[in-house]
């Protein structure tokens, strides 16, 4: 697969953060979680990141926002969205703009992977 490459996964809750990066590594992937969209942009200098994964509702800023973020200033890495409370208008919105993937927790690790790949791949 990609081993050289780098995954960020901002995700709020402890146990999925923990899943992912046991997921994603297992694929012999490089993880970096977060446990807030600040904190992935306070360090986000310091790491090169080939992919993103976030939550798209978090205390604090959100998924969301934070793609909007790093399209404004230039970021233009792949980013897939995940979140417990699924909006048809959310979902269509951040596609639209290009993000590589949705999907609604809990969601097929397979699947998850598959996209990732993909992500990597374009």
């Known amino acids: 697969m990609f081993h050289s490459k ?4 901002v995700e709020d809750d402890a146990s999925l953060r ?5 997921l994603i590594s297992s694929h012999g992937l490089n993880v970096y979680t977060f446990a807030s969209a600040e904190s992935f942009l306070a ?5 090169e990141i080939d992919c993103l994964i976030t939550d798209v509702q978090m205390d604090g800023m959100g ?3 934070l793609f909007h973020i790093l399209r404004k200033i230039g970021v233009a890495i792949p980013v897939i969205f995940i979140t417990a ?3 048809e208008r959310i979902h269509k919105r951040v596609m ?4 590589k993937g ?3 927790k809990p969601f097929e690790s397979q699947a998850m992977i598959d996209c990732i ?3 990597l791949a374009v």
């Open 6 to 9: 780098s995954i960020a996964v």
């Open 18 to 22: 923990d899943a992912m990066d046991n």
């Open 43 to 47: 360090q986000r200098n310091l790491i």
């Open 63 to 65: 998924g969301v926002e």
């Open 85 to 87: 409370f699924e909006d």
């Open 96 to 99: 639209a703009a290009g993000a």
């Open 102 to 104: 949705f999907f609604s």
């Open 117 to 119: 790949e993909h992500a």
